[in-house]
């Protein structure tokens, strides 16, 4: 196991090699200057982990909304007032600011000023989907942390009612591609989601009624838990069967229209990302085909290196909800 594990590095590193360079984040960036920093974070994260099994979809949610906001760089951490960044409708629901800052108080007492907020909260998601029984990887580090976070630069978050082709650009706008997207939707296969976001879906759908996309086994299922009406604060697993744990069954209910979430459910409107789900399907896909994990690991590989700032760039908060 140790050798596939690095191996397996290996070859990631060769495949990200050029953009990693280009970017100045490093495998290994705090081996001097903070060499626990690794164990520091995954410590506390397993921690919170124990003590909220939500937590783990919550960490890797944060990463990716940080990221697709002034790319990597904590700027979702920031209490700004009315300008916060976290105070964006796209950012509803997002939580684990208290984990991250919990990390950052360790590291600070052991590495005064050495580890970014955004390292941390890279650090934290990669943690997470160990926790829920995912794969484990080394990431590159040396993000520094942004000095800007404005609730006006959040208006173009991918959403839960995007149709195929805006999450497409959404995604390209951030030099992401269409792998990028089903395999970064794929990490829907821990969390929930709350029936706020299920409501149109369910009963106001374009054309009235539900949407017809959603398998006919599945539909009674999702009103009973959010009915007409109801709570919809109530939440429900978004990966039908194991919303705890980390596997591949999210895709396969995308593909058999088990998806809970509209843009999920939207991977199959388009041949290009319906053929990319169908590739990790086929019947030489074990030996031959694509590997989910490995080109999971790639994909949120590339997601953190969106807009990072490095060098001289940004600064290194004391504290990850403000400015220095």
């Given at each position: 196991?140790?050798?596939?594990?690095?191996?397996?590095?290996?070859?990631?590193?060769?495949?990200?090699?050029?953009?990693?360079?280009?970017?100045?984040?490093?495998?290994?960036?705090?081996?001097?200057?903070?060499?626990?920093?690794?164990?520091?974070?995954?410590s506390v994260?397993?921690?919170?982990?124990?003590?909220?099994?939500?937590?783990?979809?919550?960490?890797?949610?944060?990463?990716?909304?940080?990221?697709?906001?002034?790319?990597?760089?904590?700027?979702?951490?920031?209490?700004?007032?009315?300008r916060s960044?976290?105070?964006?409708?796209?950012?509803?629901?997002?939580?684990?600011?208290?984990?991250?800052?919990?990390?950052?108080?360790?590291?600070?007492?052991?590495?005064?000023?050495?580890?970014?907020?955004?390292d941390i909260?890279?650090?934290?998601?990669?943690?997470?989907?160990?926790?829920?029984?995912?794969?484990?990887?080394?990431?590159?580090?040396?993000?520094?942390?942004?000095?800007?976070?404005?609730?006006?630069?959040?208006?173009?978050?991918?959403?839960?009612?995007?149709?195929?082709?805006?999450?497409?650009?959404?995604?390209?706008?951030?030099?992401?591609?269409?792998?990028?997207?089903?395999?970064?939707?794929?990490?829907?296969?821990?969390?929930?989601?709350?029936?706020?976001?299920?409501?149109?879906?369910?009963?106001?759908?374009?054309?009235?009624?539900?949407?017809?996309?959603?398998?006919?086994?599945?539909?009674?299922?999702?009103?009973?838990?959010?009915?007409?009406?109801?709570?919809?604060?109530?939440?429900?697993?978004?990966?039908?069967?194991?919303?705890?744990?980390?596997?591949?069954?999210?895709?396969?209910?995308?593909?058999?229209?088990?998806?809970?979430?509209?843009?999920?459910?939207?991977?199959?409107?388009?041949?290009?990302?319906?053929?990319?789900?169908?590739?990790?399907?086929?019947?030489?896909?074990?030996?031959?085909?694509?590997?989910?994990?490995?080109?999971?690991?790639?994909?949120?590989?590339?997601?953190?290196?969106?807009?990072?700032?490095?060098?001289?760039?940004?600064?290194?908060?004391?504290?990850?909800?403000?400015?220095?």
């Open positions: 196991m140790a050798k596939l594990m690095v191996l397996l590095n290996l070859l990631l590193f060769l495949g990200c090699f050029a953009s990693i360079s280009q970017g100045q984040l490093q495998f290994g960036f705090y081996a001097q200057s903070c060499p626990n920093a690794k164990s520091i974070v995954r994260v397993n921690d919170a982990i124990r003590n909220d099994a939500t937590m783990a979809a919550v960490l890797l949610r944060l990463h990716f909304h940080d990221c697709f906001v002034e790319g990597c760089d904590g700027s979702i951490l920031v209490d700004n007032g009315a960044e976290k105070l964006a409708f796209g950012h509803q629901g997002v939580r684990g600011f208290d984990v991250i800052e919990r990390a950052k108080r360790e590291l600070e007492t052991r590495c005064p000023g050495i580890v970014s907020c955004a909260v890279a650090m934290a998601a990669r943690d997470a989907i160990v926790s829920a029984n995912g794969p484990d990887y080394d990431i590159p580090t040396g993000r520094r942390d942004g000095r800007v976070s404005d609730v006006s630069l959040a208006s173009e978050l991918p959403d839960v009612s995007d149709s195929i082709d805006v999450l497409k650009r959404k995604f390209a706008e951030k030099g992401m591609n269409e792998k990028d997207l089903v395999l970064l939707t794929a990490a829907h296969t821990i969390g929930t989601t709350a029936c706020f976001f299920m409501t149109n879906r369910l009963y106001s759908f374009p054309g009235g009624g539900s949407d017809p996309s959603i398998n006919p086994a599945l539909l009674p299922e999702l009103q009973s838990q959010c009915p007409r009406n109801g709570d919809v604060n109530v939440r429900l697993g978004i990966d039908r069967g194991s919303p705890g744990k980390f596997d591949i069954s999210i895709l396969q209910n995308i593909r058999n229209g088990f998806a809970v979430l509209a843009s999920d459910a939207s991977l199959n409107d388009d041949p290009s990302t319906r053929a990319i789900m169908d590739s990790y399907f086929s019947p030489l896909s074990p030996i031959l085909g694509p590997s989910f994990q490995r080109d999971f690991i790639n994909s949120i590989l590339r997601m953190g290196q969106i807009g990072t700032k490095t060098g001289s760039q940004g600064e290194i908060r004391r504290v990850c909800s403000a400015f220095n």
